[in-house]
């Protein structure tokens, strides 16, 4: 069973800096696509930044110029660095996984969620 592992989540002061980490074990496989989501307080969970086993990357705009993800040589582990933070960036952070067979998505893992605060 594939499991997703994050750690790096805390309480910072705005503009100052964190990084996640998400680790993906349980498979021989590795995950095509790798990413963060998040979950604001009283909202809607939301796509944060994607990357792809090649490197391709995806952001939202919120996070454009301010966060960058990456991967590992092995591409089972994600992170997420986040600069230049504000306090609307507080939220549950998700770390998401995808597999791929043939070109096709066939299974996708969710972490537990770290909790990121930043205060005004």
């Known amino acids: 069973q594939v499991q997703l592992v994050e750690s790096g989540g805390g309480l910072v002061q705005a503009g100052g800096s964190l990084r996640l980490s998400c680790a993906a074990s349980?498979?021989?496989?590795?995950?095509?696509?790798m990413g963060w989501y998040r979950r604001p307080p009283g909202k809607q969970r939301e796509l944060v930044a994607t990357?792809?086993?090649?490197?391709?990357?995806n952001y939202a705009d919120s996070v454009k110029g301010r966060f960058t993800i990456s991967r590992d040589n092995a591409k089972t582990t994600v992170y997420l660095q986040m600069n230049s933070l504000k306090p609307e960036d507080t939220a549950v952070y998700y770390c998401?996984?995808?597999?791929?067979?043939?070109?096709?998505?066939?299974?996708?893992?969710w972490g537990q969620g770290t909790q990121v605060t930043v205060s005004s």
């Open positions: 998401n996984a995808v597999y791929y067979r043939d070109g096709h998505p066939i299974n996708e893992y």
């Open positions: 349980g498979s021989i496989f590795r995950p095509e696509v």
């Open positions: 990357i792809t086993s090649g490197g391709r990357t």
